[in-house]
């Protein structure tokens, strides 16, 4: 299994951007899906979580409003559009799946994920 992040960059205050996250090797309508991020000198946190069927979407309060989280499963992808940016928004930004299971599913936890990309650098100047 594979994902990876991309999209990130150098942005100012108020700006956009949208990450894609791109898997491969598994069945990707099958996986719950989430965007985590760590900030410098902090642990890393939940931003917004789907649905496999993309039916649900959750998103941690710091981003309501501002970001949207998406996903195409034809295209095994997964996306992150992130508006009205903010400085404490910088960061790397890394998806996370995991496989449905019979068990609930907690979004904001990423000790239930079982895999990672690698993150992408987002930086919102100020």
């Known amino acids: 299994v594979q994902l990876q992040a991309f999209g990130g960059g150098l942005v100012q205050t108020g700006g956009s951007l949208r990450l894609s996250c791109a898997a491969s090797?598994?069945?990707?309508?099958?996986?719950?899906l989430g965007w985590f991020r760590q900030a410098p000198g902090k642990e890393r946190e939940f931003v917004a979580g789907?649905?496999?069927?993309?039916?649900?979407?959750y998103y941690a309060d710091p981003v309501k409003g501002r970001f949207t989280i998406s996903r195409d499963n034809a295209k095994n992808t997964m996306y992150l559009q992130m508006d009205s940016l903010k400085p404490e928004d910088t960061g790397p930004y890394y998806c996370?799946?995991?496989?449905?299971?019979?068990?609930?599913?907690?979004?904001?936890?990423?000790?239930?994920?079982?895999?990672w990309g690698q993150g992408t650098e987002v930086t919102v100047s100020s």
């Open positions: 090797r598994l069945t990707f309508s099958m996986y719950n």
């Open positions: 996370a799946a995991r496989l449905l299971r019979t068990s609930g599913w907690l979004p904001a936890s990423g000790l239930q994920y079982d895999y």
């Open positions: 789907i649905s496999a069927n993309g039916g649900s979407t």
